[in-house]
């Protein structure tokens, strides 16, 4: 976790998610969320410290996923 990102931080950084999202944490959530959130700070830490080049690039063009069929017949679930 980057120094920016230490345990208090990360308590902020969630309870000001959450507020902005107007969710509400119980207890038993709490530390669940907050350990993820750290999870994703060390991923996004291991990001940060590779160095990429342009031919680390992602594919050249997007294709986009069908969306699935309904169980009734050909129409797409919305």
Known sequence: ?????????????????ALALGLSLTAEQRPGVLAYFGMA?????VLDATELHPHDESA???EPV???LSPHG???VA
Do not use: G, K, T
């Not at 700070?41 to 830490?45: C, K």
């Open 1 to 17: 976790m980057s120094p920016e990102m230490n345990p208090e931080a990360l308590e902020r950084y969630v309870d000001a998610a």
């Open 41 to 45: 700070a060390r991923f996004a830490a």
């Open 60 to 62: 050249l063009r997007f």
């Open 66 to 68: 069908s969306a699935p």
């Open 74 to 76: 050909d129409d797409h």
